[in-house]
């Protein structure tokens, strides 16, 4: 069965820090990774995937994350935060191969940058 | 071009009725899921379709939820006799293809609250 581990319910990080969100997955072959946006009253929106490859992933708003198989983890980070990034973010995993197709999400951190 | 959309936006119904929720994918996708989004919580997985292959309905948690879909268009998800533990966000995505390197588009949801 595969998994999702959010750690951190919530972060806080001053305007123009770095910022870390977390995840770690768990799966029984390969994984495809993925992290996702939602903010107030909207739907997720797509960041950006790990399929295979370089293990550091850049994405849209100036987001990249780096996949580690052997910690097993896929942390969302970004150089210089926003007051615009504040929002909840997801991570999600699925297996590669003939598994479950639908993706699997951890419960989600939020993200506060205060200006 | 449009994303997914999903109808009603919210929804108030009392305990024991029925409902429906419609979603409609971004034309081209074959794949479509829904999620269920308990309030402060991570998507959970309910069903998916992906063109006439019999749909994946692993995440459906009692027989009262159902979801059909007409070819590669429109889906419903009905659920029947609602309960006071059905309310949440009702989230359907499509993607191109159910390969795991496919990202999902989602809707913005159906709010459900059963009374």
């Known amino acids: 069965a595969q998994s999702v581990a959010q750690p951190e319910d919530q972060v806080n990080v001053a305007e123009g820090n770095p910022l870390t969100v977390k995840c770690t997955y768990s799966?029984?072959?390969?994984?495809?990774l993925f992290w996702y946006v939602q903010y107030p009253n909207r739907g997720l929106q797509f960041l950006l995937k790990y399929i295979t490859g370089d293990n550091l992933v850049k994405g849209s708003y100036g987001f990249e994350a780096e996949f580690n198989k052997s910690q097993t983890s896929f942390h969302l980070k970004k150089p210089s935060a926003l007051v615009s990034d504040s929002a909840l973010y997801f991570c999600a995993v699925r297996e590669t191969g003939a598994g479950r197709r639908a993706l699997t999400f951890g419960s989600g951190t939020r993200l506060q940058v205060q200006p | 071009g449009a994303g997914v959309s999903q109808s009603p936006s919210n929804k108030v119904t009392e305990k024991g009725k029925d409902v429906e929720l419609r979603c409609d994918p971004i034309?081209?996708?074959?794949?479509l899921y829904w999620y269920r989004q308990r309030l402060g919580q991570g998507l959970e997985f309910l069903i998916y379709?992906?063109?006439?292959?019999?749909?994946?309905k692993s995440g459906l948690p009692s027989d009262r939820f159902s979801a059909e879909r007409t070819g590669e268009s429109v889906s419903t998800l009905t659920i029947q006799r609602t309960q006071q533990e059905d309310s949440a966000v009702y989230l359907c995505?499509?993607?191109?293809?159910?390969?795991?390197?496919?990202?999902?588009?989602f809707g913005p949801g159906t709010r459900l609250t059963v009374t």
């Open positions: 379709f992906q063109g006439n292959s019999a749909p994946d």
């Open positions: 995505a499509s993607s191109l293809g159910t390969g795991g390197s496919y990202e999902q588009y």
């Open positions: 799966v029984s072959g390969n994984p495809y």
């Open positions: 034309s081209g996708h074959t794949a």
